[in-house]
């Protein structure tokens, strides 16, 4: 099987290939707008897969690249993924995330339409949620309430548009909030870990800045994560969603609570109100038996390792500095 990955050399997309490529028979491409990186490359003893170079929006290279790679199944992870500071993003994010994936359907319906295409959304998708919705299943109300998440939403139904006109075999794909080495960006675990990093190395003063602590999440370690991708590629059934979720909720004070213990390190703590955000949503928990019933699935490392193994990830590259 050969399996053509969007974003293939972003936080997901490496994790997932490095996965992929130790299964047999699974072979890997992908496309990244930046080409192969130099990051990327050096995962891998051999220089890792063939990585083209490609704007989503380029629909005739689109089709040029799928007509070359001509894969068995596509894994949509290329996407625009902030949450914070998405209301300043918004028209970025829209057309990346919605008009994006009109354009990969598009040339994938044209190109290859026989492949499998793992749309990968968002449980941003569920917006803010009542407790006795909790923990959700895939038949909860979508009720989208950033750029953000009416982008994940907007991908779903443009999937889901072509599944129903054309009959592709289209399938979406919903994790919950994933962690682990290798995150950048303005997410709350790697924002943590850096400054702890940075704390740790005497680069930064004893202060951890911080957003609403409150907040409940469902993490899952990306490396659990991308065993569902593959397994939904598998086994998932066409026109279908599937949440991918640890089942469990942690406040985020827990999270930055866990780190410091790791680190074994005392700072003092400062609320940025800054870093809040307009419309966050109190508690996110979800339910993965749907995706259970394909094939036996769970999330294997304790969101411990988790933290332990992204605080190693962050020491490394404050020492490369």
């Excluded at 293939?8 to 990244?32: C, K, M, N, P």
């Excluded at 354009?103 to 295409?117: C, D, G, H, S, T």
């Excluded at 750029?147 to 991908?155: G, I, L, T």
Aim: with cysteine; proline share 6%.
């Amino acid at each position: 099987m050969k399996i053509l990955i969007t974003g293939i050399t972003g936080f997901a997309g490496s994790h997932l290939t490095r996965y992929l490529q130790g299964i047999a028979g699974v072979e890997v491409a992908g496309l990244d707008l930046q080409g192969p990186t130099e990051r990327f490359r050096g995962l891998f003893d051999d220089g890792g897969p063939t990585v083209h170079g490609c704007d989503m929006a380029d629909g005739e290279l689109l089709d040029e690249i799928l007509r070359i790679e001509n894969p068995d199944a596509i894994i949509h992870l290329a996407a625009r993924a902030q949450v914070a500071g998405a209301w300043q993003q918004a028209g970025a994010i829209l057309e990346t995330n919605v008009v994006g994936t009109q354009i990969l359907m598009q040339a994938a319906q044209e190109a290859v339409p026989k492949a499998k295409v793992l749309l990968i959304s968002s449980s941003e998708v569920y917006g803010r949620v009542t407790p006795q919705e909790l923990p959700l299943t895939e038949t909860a109300t979508l009720r989208p309430n950033n750029p953000y998440s009416v982008s994940k939403a907007a991908q779903e139904f443009v999937g889901l548009a072509y599944h129903e006109a054309f009959d592709m075999d289209v399938v979406i794909a919903r994790p919950f909030n994933h962690i682990g080495p290798m995150q950048v960006g303005n997410f709350v675990v790697p924002s943590f870990a850096l400054q702890v990093a940075e704390i740790e190395a005497g680069v930064r003063e004893p202060v951890i800045k911080v957003g609403n602590l409150e907040s409940r999440r469902d993490f899952t370690d990306v490396r659990d994560i991308v065993r569902a991708y593959y397994l939904l590629v598998a086994h998932g059934r066409t026109g279908e969603v599937y949440n991918i979720a640890s089942g469990e909720s942690h406040a985020i004070s827990e999270i930055l609570e866990m780190l410091l213990d790791i680190a074994k390190i005392a700072p003092e703590i400062e609320n940025i109100p800054g870093l809040m955000r307009p419309s966050d949503t109190p508690v996110v928990e979800g339910d993965s038996s749907k995706l259970k019933l394909l094939q036996p699935w769970a999330a294997e490392i304790p969101l411990r390792q988790s933290l332990k193994d992204t605080l190693e990830y962050w020491r490394e590259q404050v020492r490369a500095k």
